[in-house]
């Protein structure tokens, strides 16, 4: 499993042929959607085919995620209980509000883990609200099963009664706010989809804007915005510089017995290893 965050690409889970196709997605997570993607009545038929896809996991080359429906959808119970086997490497929680729901949702997720012998998985929270806004440091600092959050720009933009526009100006604050909150919690930001596939121009110039906020990815929805996506989020000097020194700490505490350490005051473990390792990674191809 890879731990970059540069794309996450969304795949309805309703549809075969899709789920069938990212067997071949370079994206660094695919995400099988249940949520926004999926009509009501085709929930339950999703849930099922997307069991099947993880039957298949070692056929995908990217981490595998699944996007359940919202806290507040009452959903999520069904979703977990259909789509938690082994294959999966995580979930991405839609219109996260407050830690409250990460605490349940992860209450659920520990009795299937432990009644289907499975290591934790990961949660991605994704901040689509005026209360998830306020609280993104609190959400991201809840333990270790986060490793990122996802900045999901259309339904905040509802939620605060602001038309969308391509340069998105009533979400200017919350797309600077949600990068330094997840950094100050140790973890990783994706910034939100680019919605017209036509405009190319426009995608390149999101992706600078983003990096230049502190993101380290994109959400994306077609394949064709993977290339752009991972050119302009290719690690920077500093982001390299951390990554050696993870490794070099986090290699030399496990050779001491201690495992988990710190680096410039910050905790590092196996997850925080694993990113740095896969970046390092990267620019050695």
Known sequence: MTQLFRSLIFVPGNNPRFLEKAKKIQSDIVCFDLEDS???????????????????????????????NSPASGKIPSDLKEVIQKGIDGIVVPKVNNIKEIKKIENIL??????????????????????????????ASFGKRIPAVVFGVFDLLNDLGVEYTKESEGAKYSRAKIPVDARAAGVTAIDAIWQDLKDSKGLEKDCKVGKSLGYSGKSIIHPDQISTVHELFYPNRSEILWAEKVCKVYLESTKKGTGATTVDGKMIDEVHFKQAKALLDLIKH
């Open 38 to 68: 999926v009509p009501d009545n085709e929930k339950t038929t999703a849930r099922k085919l997307i069991k099947t896809a993880l039957k298949s996991r070692k056929l995908y080359e990217s981490s595998i995620f699944v996007r359940t």
């Open 110 to 139: 520990s009795k299937l883990e432990s009644t289907r012998k499975m290591k934790p998985i990961l949660i991605i929270p994704s901040i689509e609200s005026a209360e998830g806004v306020v609280n993104t440091f609190s959400i």
